[in-house]
């Protein structure tokens, strides 16, 4: 399995804009369905954003869908999530997962058991 490495949360006003990146290493990440989770105090982990292994095919929660955007680049091996217009309930830690040749929608079936997954980085939204 690969291990990844989460970077890019900070704090940031609601309306603004971060941009998370996913490290990859020890595996060729253009085989891996990858995706963002996120998890807030007191919530469950909940799916953001996937993006196939293959065919670049994304696939988005309903609350964040025409704000943020996924994207891959097998060569630097590193997956992006480009957040827009946030707002506060945007606020959590943001988790960075793998699984071997899935599809975008079957990443959001991901449980913290199975595939790879990153440390997590915090993203604050806050005025």
């Known amino acids: 399995q690969v291990q990844l490495v989460e970077s890019g949360g900070g704090l940031v006003e609601p309306g603004g804009s971060l941009r998370l990146s996913c490290a990859a290493s020890?595996?060729?990440?253009?085989?891996?369905?990858m995706a963002w989770f996120r998890q807030a105090p007191g919530k469950e982990r909940e799916f953001v954003a996937g993006?196939?292994?293959?065919?670049?095919?994304?696939y988005y929660a309903d609350s964040v869908k025409g704000r943020f955007t996924i994207s891959r680049d097998n060569a630097k091996n590193t997956v992006y999530l480009q957040m827009n217009s946030l707002k506060a309930e945007d606020a959590a830690v943001y988790y960075c997962?793998?699984?071997?040749?899935?599809?975008?929608?079957?990443?959001?079936?991901?449980?913290?058991?199975?595939?790879?997954w990153g440390q997590g980085t915090q993203v604050t939204v806050s005025s």
């Open positions: 997962a793998a699984e071997k040749l899935t599809t975008a929608q079957a990443m959001g079936h991901m449980t913290p058991g199975s595939g790879s």
């Open positions: 020890g595996g060729t990440v253009s085989l891996y369905g």
């Open positions: 993006i196939s292994w293959r065919g670049g095919i994304t």
